[in-house]
């Protein structure tokens, strides 16, 4: 486990202040257009606010599916024999920032022709079919 | 990472699973949700996502009671933690909620079941609640509250229990003598009931179990939650023999304590039964302070002479016949006299109506009672299960999501060394 999501807030409040500026600057050059409305605004920066959290956990996700060694298959769920590895497929995660996207690493049971996700552990793990 | 197979991320989850559960349709759960969380699911997948959960939740629930089962005897009626204190008062109260249940298509049609009302079902609810009270050396509260003395509303409250009552009985604004208004403002005044139990933290349990079943998983959550170590402990119940069988099983130790409402149903109908109304009233309040003092040995023998006057019902008169009303408020009064002394559970500091019970039940029922409304027998146990683990305050679904994330998550993580 990390740092709490508070003390992360904290930590980096400079820096996200600096990015929020030079965002401020590229969207409105001009300064905020006389008449906007507050919710357009809140709006805009909520949309910038979860692209940055989505790309944020997608750009994790993604690293540590990669960081599963090509060699670690382990056993197959359903039967518990030696599994064989598949090509990586794409997985999709509504999250509430909106929906990520990763490849993750496959293995395949050769015997119950079944494939899994060798990173995974029990909850939710279930073989499926390629 | 603790993701699994439903495509939505454990934060996801439990705000499809919260909507679905606190909404009063999938449907409006998914309109909620999008609305509210900026979420796009359709009903179906917040069914099934409330389903898989319930269905989770419903396997940990007979796992520890099977667990708690296997228990010695004694062990069963312990302290569950000693390092957790014991409440100061406990209090467990059952009753029962409906429900309709979708019959299978596999079912065969039994001819002797009732046409009409097929699918109405009952589910079982009880409430586990802990209580902060003094004992007292005399009753804290020896004259009725006024609001039981109210004719209009509580023949209202009487026939919202579903209670028979005498044919053309009907009440106007009373009106009082000065010297009542007085007492009545008074009584107004008070913020609460003198001596009344100030209640702590409740946790509820629901399911479509019969009460064979629903017995040890009350036992279980009760025990769970120390409450056989507590100072005082009460079993509340509506008189219904089923809900006694409960407590002589499972809650020995518990004083079983009958709901005031429920006796009061029972008193007011048979006061006015068969009597002028003005005789009837003037009986009426006498009879309801003597079972608030718990004196039932003054009025069983009034109410046996009473039946005896009017006769044993004959067989197929109506509930509202006088001598039905006074024959069953006899019948109920004396099986359930032994646990009316009123006067003794308010120095004992314990609870005395099961408006607890009655409050959760109406809560499960804007989720799941409706004539639009009919569920799957998995279903119905998956909702009542969600639906009571969200009104319980002992945060039973964050501690459920955690443990579940921390499961899932507790493969070995790589990380690239730098």
Redesign the interface.
């Known amino acids: 486990m990390g740092k709490d999501a508070a003390e992360i807030r904290r930590e980096f409040h400079t820096r996200l202040n600096e990015i929020a500026r030079e965002l401020t600057r590229k969207l409105y050059p001009q300064g905020l257009p006389r008449g906007t409305k507050f919710s357009e605004l809140e709006a805009v920066a909520g949309a910038l606010g979860d692209e940055m959290a989505r790309q944020l956990i997608e750009i994790n ?1 993604q ?2 599916a990669d ?3 090509e060699e670690e298959l382990g056993e197959c769920p359903a039967c518990g024999g030696p599994a064989r590895k598949a090509p990586d497929q794409p997985r ?5 920032r909106g929906e ?1 996207g990763w490849k993750q690493r496959v293995a395949n049971c050769p015997r119950c022709r079944r494939a899994f996700f060798p ?8 073989p ?1 079919r390629l | ?9 454990p ?2 989850q439990q ?1 499809i699973v919260h909507a679905g559960v606190n909404s009063v349709s999938y449907q409006q759960a998914s309109r909620d949700l999008a609305e509210l ?1 900026d ?1 796009s ?1 359709a009903p179906k997948p917040v069914e099934r996502m409330a389903r898989k959960i319930g269905q989770e939740r419903t396997d940990q629930r007979d796992a520890a009671v099977e667990s708690h089962k296997r228990l010695p005897l004694m062990a069963k009626d312990a302290v569950a933690n000693p390092k957790r204190s014991c409440p100061q008062v406990a209090m467990v109260s059952v009753d029962g909620g409906r429900l309709q249940i979708r019959s299978e298509p596999s079912e065969p049609k039994q001819d002797t079941q009732p046409k009409q009302d097929t699918h109405w079902r009952e589910s079982k609810v009880a409430v586990l609640e802990t209580y902060q009270s003094d004992v007292h050396q005399a009753d804290p509260d020896p004259h009725v509250p006024q609001c039981f003395l109210d004719l209009k509303r509580t023949k209202e409250m009487v026939r919202g229990l579903g209670h028979s009552l005498p044919v053309g009985l009907e009440f106007g604004v009373e009106k009082q003598t000065s010297k009542q208004d007085e007492a009545a403002e008074e009584r107004d005044k008070r913020e609460s009931r003198p001596g009344r139990p100030e209640r702590l933290v409740r946790s509820v349990l629901a399911s479509r179990q019969c009460a064979e079943e629903f017995g040890p998983m009350v036992h279980q959550a009760a025990w769970a939650r120390n409450f056989y170590g507590a100072g005082r402990k009460a079993f509340l119940g509506d008189g219904l023999p089923v809900n006694w069988t409960i407590q002589r099983r499972h809650f020995g130790s518990f004083t079983p304590i009958l709901d005031f409402v429920h006796a009061l149903s029972y008193v007011f109908s048979a006061a006015f039964a068969g009597r002028p109304q003005a005789e009837g009233e003037e009986l009426y309040k006498r009879w309801i302070q003597v079972v608030w003092l718990g004196e039932m040995a003054t009025i069983l023998p009034e109410l046996e002479v009473r039946s005896a006057e009017l006769g044993s019902p004959p067989s197929g008169c109506a509930d509202s016949d006088p001598r039905n009303l006074v024959f069953e408020s006899l019948r109920y009064l004396t099986n359930n006299a032994d646990k009316m002394r009123y006067e003794y559970y308010r120095r004992q500091g314990l609870p005395i109506m099961t408006s607890a019970v009655e409050s959760v039940i109406k809560m499960i029922n804007r989720r799941v009672k409706g004539t639009e409304k009919f569920w799957s027998e998995p279903g119905a146990e998956a909702i009542l299960q969600l639906r009571a683990d969200y009104l319980s305050e002992t945060e039973t679904m964050s501690r459920f999501w955690l443990e ?1 994330e921390a ?5 070995r ?4 060394a730098s």
Request: no cysteine; glycine share 8%; charged share 25%.
């Open positions: 996700v690293e540590q960081d599963w060694p999709v995660l509504l999250t509430t990520v990173s995974e552990s029990s909850v939710g793990r279930r499926f | 990472m603790g993701v699994d197979h439903s495509g939505f991320s934060r996801v705000k969380a979420l699911v579940r499961q899932a998550s507790s493969g993580v790589y990380r690239r």
